[in-house]
């Protein structure tokens, strides 16, 4: 079974800093990964998607890494800002016995300080 | 608006209430699942539609709970005789799948309906 962890569970920084949040999965067997932001109360909005066979993606200030032998991704955000602060999801979308839902990690909650 | 629309947004019913969600996927995605959230965790997996065909249902889809996608376009989620565990927001997304590029499959989500049972 698929599983997926996401460290730290929260994240508090002053403005500016750049930071980087994991994410860990136990089956390799994966189509791709995607990194969500949800803000409070709200759905998912979708980051950045990372495909099994690339190493990285880069969207602005956000970088992703994945290193899928070992099941590990890394999203990096740099310059920090406020507006930043959301809990960040990530989910692998397997491919496992046929299936092919996306298992989500808990999150991480970031609050970035002005 | 062109994203994945959830209608209603907030639903409070009373325990043993039926009550129905709707899911408009982005035009022409073939894909549509279903998640549940509970506060301070990540979205869980329910079920999952190819055009209209029901191809996953989890365990946590207990036999009070039935989704439909006639026609492959939106799609509806029903719980029967709700109880007080059924409190969560519920997200629903879409994607189109090719079938020979599987690897760039990207899911957009809704902003989900926020059910509370009491």
């Known amino acids: 079974k698929q599983e997926v962890t996401q460290i730290p569970a929260a994240l508090s920084v002053p403005e500016g800093e750049n930071l980087v949040l994991n994410c860990s999965f136990t089956?390799?067997?994966?189509?791709?990964l995607q990194w969500f932001r949800q803000d409070p109360g709200k759905g998912l909005t979708s980051l950045l998607l990372i495909q099994s066979s690339q190493r990285e993606q880069t969207s602005g200030r956000l970088n992703a890494s994945l290193d899928k032998s070992s099941g590990r991704s890394t999203l990096y955000i740099a310059a920090s800002q406020p507006g930043d602060s959301a809990t960040y999801l990530c989910?692998?979308?397997?491919?496992?016995?046929?299936?092919?839902?996306?298992?989500f990690g808990k999150g991480t909650k970031l609050t970035v300080n002005p | 608006d062109t994203g994945v629309s959830q209608d209603p947004r907030h639903k409070i019913t009373k325990r043993g209430q039926n009550v129905t969600f709707r899911c408009d996927p982005i035009?022409?995605?073939?894909?549509l699942y279903w998640y549940r959230q509970t506060l301070g965790q990540g979205p869980e997996f329910l079920t999952y539609?190819?055009?209209?065909?029901?191809?996953?249902k989890s365990r946590l889809l207990s036999d009070r709970f039935s989704a439909e996608r006639p026609k492959g376009s939106f799609s509806t989620l029903e719980i029967q005789r709700t109880e007080q565990g059924d409190s969560a927001m519920y997200l629903c997304?879409?994607?189109?799948?090719?079938?020979?590029?599987?690897?760039?499959?990207?899911?957009?989500f809704g902003q989900g309906t926020r059910l509370t049972v009491v």
């Open positions: 997304a879409s994607s189109l799948v090719d079938f020979g590029d599987r690897a760039n499959t990207e899911a957009f």
């Open positions: 035009s022409e995605h073939n894909r």
């Open positions: 089956d390799s067997a994966i189509y791709n």
């Open positions: 989910a692998v979308r397997q491919f496992r016995g046929g299936s092919e839902k996306l298992v």
């Open positions: 539609f190819q055009n209209e065909a029901q191809l996953e």
